[in-house]
């Protein structure tokens, strides 16, 4: 099977209104000749403006009842009825006062910055992982590529997904959320045309740079959800129950 016809699977992405970047993380094969499960973990952007029809989707075809919003507050906001369906967390992995060293001038510094600057916001993720073992979670930000991406990119690497499929579920939301014109003129200010379609893109290589930080820095995922505080007990247990026996 190529990486392309996993990639496109067609269990992996659906449509949803009101959503473009939906993702299943199943069905990826693990270096020791496994797959990770369908159902498992789901992957998104901003989930605010899905129909109350799409929630029940959600919740009765893919049976999803945690959702982690990796978002600010003013990145969009559930409805009151909607955030209640859901056991729900607000775990914003990118809040300015996280980034105590430096504010980030790449994308990749970005990832950096994150993963060593929220290491209490990833150990509050894991514990909620660790809480719902067997059931499905879904976690999204506002595109649903980098700090989305960046968690994603991590459950892959703990359950042995090979590096090369890992950066190309990165680069998939190229597919389904376009950059367009209108989202370009909306740019922050101070920021070029140019240099705001370069952060919001997903080039191959921000992942492959953002791989080889975190194995230099911590040998791998499992090496880092060690520095946070997880024993070698959860870490196995997080592993298990993403990847089919």
């Known amino acids: 099977m190529t990486i392309e016809s996993l990639l496109f699977n067609q269990e992996r992405y659906f449509e949803l209104e009101g959503t473009q970047n939906l993702r299943d993380l199943g069905g990826y094969p693990t270096k020791d000749g496994k797959q990770t499960k369908w159902g498992k973990y789901f992957r998104a952007d901003s989930l605010h403006n899905v129909t109350p029809e799409g929630h029940a989707f959600l919740q009765k075809e893919k049976g999803i009842h945690t959702i982690i919003d990796l978002r600010f507050s003013m990145e969009g906001k559930y409805k009151k009825e909607d955030k209640e369906l ?10 300015p006062a996280t980034f105590t060293t430096k504010i980030p001038k790449s994308l990749v510094e970005m990832y950096i910055v994150m993963l060593d600057s929220s290491k209490a916001k990833f150990k509050e993720i894991m514990d909620i992982f660790l809480e719902h073992k067997g059931d499905p979670v879904l976690f ?30 990165y680069a998939l939301t190229a597919q389904y959320k ?55 007990e959860e870490i196995k247990a997080l592993r298990d129950d993403f990847v089919e026996e």
């Open 86 to 95: 859901y056991d729900f967390h607000n775990i914003p992995l990118l809040d």
């Open 140 to 169: 999204h930000c506002r595109v649903g590529k980098d700090r989305t991406g960046v968690l994603a990119a991590m459950l892959l690497d703990l359950a042995g997904v090979p590096r090369d499929i890992i950066v190309k579920d």
């Open 178 to 232: 376009k950059i367009t014109d209108e989202e370009l003129d909306h740019r922050p200010p101070l920021m070029t045309r140019n240099q705001f379609k370069t952060l919001l893109g997903c080039e191959p290589a921000y992942m492959e740079e953002f791989l080889d930080f975190l194995y230099k820095k911590y040998g791998d995922t499992a090496g880092f959800l060690k520095t946070i505080g997880l024993t070698e």
